[in-house]
């Protein structure tokens, strides 16, 4: 393979390659929605679709680097500290720097005190995708308990059977 | 048919891969979704505004507390619409009776029996343990609930879906499911009544002298996590329960 | 995280998103859909995500495994494709 090859691979597959598995999937996803004649496999075909959208989100919010979204502990009790003291003087933003500057000065083992963004990674589509899931799950189970009522009244799960059926009982009645 | 679709398939999934080009690197730290003010303003200041580390917690049931608040009650429609769909399929005349594809006998195992009865307990106290934690490591109210629900889900299976409707009956975990909303919402209308927007919860201080604000924000959200795992584990173990029995609530998997 | 790790999970997420539709038995579908859910977990676990993957882990290889199975159970097992 040539260094050019190589360098488009890496430029347009490594790269992204998390958003093609996630267009893959979806398209596998779609794909399954439009051809297959089970209800069950268009209802598996529709949560492999919801999953590579929420792996899509997922991996849009991943940092190089960057840590799971949860703070230290020991950064809490400091940033405590200094809120109150910020709250109970009512003081200026001055003020409240400065305080904070005493007390790291004071305490350096405190010093996790500034929260760099780079570090964690981003919580926004954690939060839409995690809420995402849930109603997701709810979702299907109303989908399955659907497919359950099809198959009480027509006796089967297979798409062009019902529809056989239902043109049969239109042209009966 | 199977051409149509493979062609629709084709042309779509060509069109989002030759998009692929202009999407920014995986995880690059200054991508537009990275770099936005909003979630850097959340990364920045959950700390300060709540004193909360998970910050996945604290936009989920803080700063986006409404959204997850319809989050929940969407949740709680969809298992009142599974109990009404199978419900009235019940009284539909003239259907055809499909018997089930195989027979499961009516003896349950002793060594499946007495395994469950051990490992429930478990599972309900790492339920909890997983809500109530929830601001300091990853877990909270979805998480919690929905493995509190499959705890029962797991007694239901264990031991047949009668005993387990014995100890939760229908009255019963419709009641909690709407118990949970309940408290969501109670929580906002407390702001409310403080004098505050609904769901703002650092007003919710002033009920107690000792609390400061910071602190009145991370126990609501303790709250209404609580709340959240009410209605999630409720309306999966009505999801199951239905699901696996037709709606009759009697015999099932 | 470890890109080789990444790959080879999100090859086996392709795979197993195959397999679970073109199986004939649903049972079989169902049962390795839990997998495609545990494997995408994993994946989600790995970036960081690990509120998403909690939740996935719970959801997506628990309850929507379980309703598939209970379902197939109350209606056919075979699938024509």
């Known amino acids: ?173 | 048919m199977k051409w149509i679709g493979l062609i629709a398939v084709i042309f779509t999934g060509g069109l989002l891969l030759s998009a692929m080009d202009d999407f920014p690197n995986w995880g690059d730290a200054h991508s537009p979704a990275n770099s936005s003010p909003v979630s850097q303003y959340y990364i920045e200041q959950t700390m300060t505004d709540s004193g909360v580390p998970n910050m996945v917690t604290a936009v989920l049931a803080d700063y986006r507390g409404y959204d997850t608040m319809f989050e929940t009650v969407v949740v709680l429609i969809a298992g009142i619409a599974i109990m009404a769909i199978l419900r009235v399929a019940k009284q539909v005349p003239g259907g055809a009776k499909p018997t089930p594809a195989h027979e499961v006998g009516d003896q349950h195992d002793i060594i499946i029996g007495t395994t469950c009865r051990l490992l429930i307990p478990v599972l309900q106290l790492f339920a909890l343990y997983v809500i109530a934690h929830g601001h300091h490591s990853p877990g909270g109210g979805f998480q919690g609930g929905v493995i509190l629900g499959a705890s029962f889900i797991l007694a239901a299976i264990a031991k047949g879906l009668d005993p387990a409707l014995q100890r939760l009956p229908e009255k019963r975990y419709v009641k909690l499911a709407f118990v949970g909303v309940v408290i969501y919402v109670s929580f906002g209308v407390a702001c409310l009544i403080l004098g505050e927007n609904f769901l703002d919860y650092g007003v919710l201080h002033e009920l107690l002298p000792t609390m400061s604000a910071e602190e009145a924000r991370s126990h609501s959200m303790l709250g209404v996590e609580i709340g959240v795992a009410f209605t999630v584990s409720m309306i999966m173990f009505a999801i199951y329960a239905n699901l696996a029995s037709k709606g009759e609530l009697e015999g099932g998997l | 995280m470890i890109w080789q790790f990444d790959i080879l999970i999100l090859i086996f997420l392709v795979v197993t998103a195959v397999i679970s539709l073109q199986v004939k038995d649903l049972l079989a579908a169902s049962m390795v859909f839990g997998t495609y859910s545990f494997l995408i977990c994993l994946l989600w676990a790995g970036m960081g995500a690990v509120d998403v993957a909690f939740t996935e882990a719970t959801v997506g290889a628990g309850i929507s495994a379980v309703i598939l199975i209970a379902t197939v159970y109350n209606t056919r097992r075979d699938s024509s494709d």
């Open chain 1, 1 to 173: 393979m040539s260094v050019m090859g190589s360098f488009i691979i890496s430029q347009y597959v490594l790269d992204h390659f998390n958003f093609w598995v996630a267009v893959i999937l979806m398209m596998i996803g779609l794909y399954a929605m439009i051809t297959k004649n089970n209800l069950i496999k268009k209802l598996i075909g529709m949560s492999i679709f919801q999953t590579a959208i929420i792996l899509f989100y997922v991996s849009a919010g991943v940092k190089e680097g960057a840590t799971i979204p949860i703070l230290e502990h020991h950064a809490a009790e400091t940033e405590q500290v200094a809120a109150g003291d910020a709250g109970a003087e009512h003081g200026s933003v001055v003020g409240a720097d400065h305080d904070v500057s005493k007390s790291s000065e004071k305490a350096p083992a405190h010093e996790v005190h500034e929260i760099n963004p780079d570090d964690y990674s981003n919580p926004l589509p954690h939060v839409l995708m995690l809420t995402a899931i849930v109603v997701g799950v709810a979702t299907l189970g109303v989908a399955l308990a659907v497919a359950q009522v099809i198959y009480k009244n027509y006796g089967t799960l297979e798409e062009d059977e019902i529809l056989a059926k239902i043109k049969a009982a239109e042209n009966d009645g």
